[in-house]
């Protein structure tokens, strides 16, 4: 992998490792759903203008209605949840959680489409499930009801993510394909198109205390146009570059740096129990997404 790339993968670790920082700086101030229809709505603004200034075509060959649906599904909901999950969980408790997102994607596949399950992934699958169990329960963070949402909130969200996968595959890529930027910008629009009533109902019904000040709109700028709409492009130029098993690398890379932010600007207390949990995920995540050995992999389903 040339230096660039490296640099590359490294700068979208950081970037999304940040997104759980700017939560935990917006949540508590505006609440879960404006925080989150103002990050889907900027980021659907971001990448409009970074798609015209690239002079993509915005041709969606039909399938913009299943882009947006796949928006709902991969961005949406996701996202709710993350927001959700800020209120009661460190910034770290949420990058390491965001790291089961290939195992949910074994599970589903496994369940749901007919996927190859092996035992190495079924292994990984079960030292996750280990992982989050010891993160949750020995942590700083003291264990009780509201942290058990947050985590179920956290991997609802990666279950969405293994779920838009599987749907991205058999609706864009097995029907002659989409421009993955094009992908995106859709996916935010449904996500704008989902939040947008969602967003009208809370505030009507019940308005944040507070609007924030200049660091929360910051946040919010940083979440919508840099952790989303930028985070994007990076990935989408990382998979064409060095291919889609070695862009998911940054998997492993997410949890480090939402730990780093979270400990140097919110000065959230770091414990044994991020590194062990914090192995263990990522551990299960190498054996879901090592190379598979046909001779000795034996599949199970």
Known sequence: MK????????????????????????VPVLGALPATFFRVLLGAAGLLLILTALRVRFDFKGKLGVAMVLGIINSGIPFVMYSFAAKVLPAGYSAILNATTPLMGVIIGAVFFSDRLTLAKAMGV??????????????????????????????????????????????????????????????????VALLSPLFLVSVNQQPPASWGGVNVWMALAGLGLVCTALAYILYFRLIADIGPVKALTVTFLIPP??????????????????????ALIGMAVWLVLKPAAPPRDRVLV
């Open 3 to 26: 230096t660039s790339d490296t640099i590359r993968l490294l700068a979208l670790a950081a970037i999304w490792g940040a997104s759980f920082l700017f939560m935990r700086m917006i």
């Open 126 to 191: 079960l030292l996750g499930l280990l992982g989050v169990a010891v993160l949750t329960s020995t942590g700083p963070v003291q264990f009780n009801h509201q942290v058990l949402t947050g985590a179920g909130a956290c991997l609802v969200a990666t279950a969405c993510y293994g779920l838009a996968g599987f749907l991205t595959r058999r609706w864009i890529t097995e029907k002659g394909g989409l421009e993955a930027k094009l992908v995106a910008l859709g996916s935010q629009l449904g996500a």
């Open 257 to 278: 740096f939402g730990v780093l932010w979270g400990a140097l600007f919110l000065g959230e207390q770091i414990s044994w129990a991020h590194a062990a949990g914090g």
